[in-house]
Structures are given as C-alpha cells and as structure tokens.
C-alpha cells in the first residue's frame, strides 16, 4: 500500500505564494508520475501540473508562468510552488501519484486534498 500525505495549504491574500508538498510511502519501488489536480466547488477537477520521470513537466495554461512543480527523489516527496495566487486558483488541491511495488504492477494514489483559499 501507498499513503500520500498533503500539506502546506492555507489562506493567502491575492498576489502571495503558497509551497504544496506531498510525501509519498509504503511499498514504493518505483515513480514514474507525479502531480496536482485541483477542485473547486461547482467545477470539474482540473489537472494543474504533472512531473514525470526524467523531469519532464506540463501545465494547464491557467497556471503556466505562476506555478512550478518539483521533486525531490530522495524523498519520494512532490512540491507545488505557487506564486502570484488569484482567487480563481482557490480549491482543494489534490496529489496524485502512480507507482509500483518491486515486481508489481502500477497503480494510482490520491492525497488526501488541502485546501488552498486566496482571497481579494
């Protein structure tokens, strides 16, 4: 089994910043994706950022230019910085993550959501 474990949202005015982090354990062997979906109430989820093995990232055009996402290997660990909030980017705030166990086979894991509310 894999846990994910969200933290770092809040409350922040217009223009702030906010650093998202997930941490990923449990019977991890291997990552190939890592990344953020967000909710809002009324709306659909939404991707916002993936990272994929290797480095390779991708963005929904609403965030491109204010979020960057990274990751730390060591650490199985995921980061959402996020910069010049909006209240439109307000919602909860989802990581997802596909992994497998040694010889196992690949499966996805959802955080468990933070909250993330910008205020005007």
């Known amino acids: 089994q894999v846990q994910l474990v969200e933290s770092g949202g809040g409350l922040v005015q217009a223009g702030g910043s906010l650093r998202l982090s997930c941490a990923a354990s449990?019977?991890?062997?291997?990552?190939?994706?890592m990344g953020w979906y967000r909710q809002a109430p009324g709306k659909q989820r939404e991707l916002v950022t993936i990272?994929?093995?290797?480095?390779?990232?991708n963005y929904a055009d609403s965030v491109k230019g204010r979020f960057t996402i990274s990751r730390d290997y060591a650490k199985n660990t995921v980061y959402l910085q996020m910069d010049s909030l909006k209240p439109e980017d307000t919602a909860v705030y989802y990581c997802n993550v596909r992994s497998r166990p040694r010889l196992g086979t690949w499966s996805d894991y959802w955080g468990q959501g933070t909250q993330v509310t910008v205020s005007s």
């Open positions: 990272i994929i093995s290797g480095g390779s990232t």
């Open positions: 449990g019977n991890i062997f291997s990552i190939d994706y």
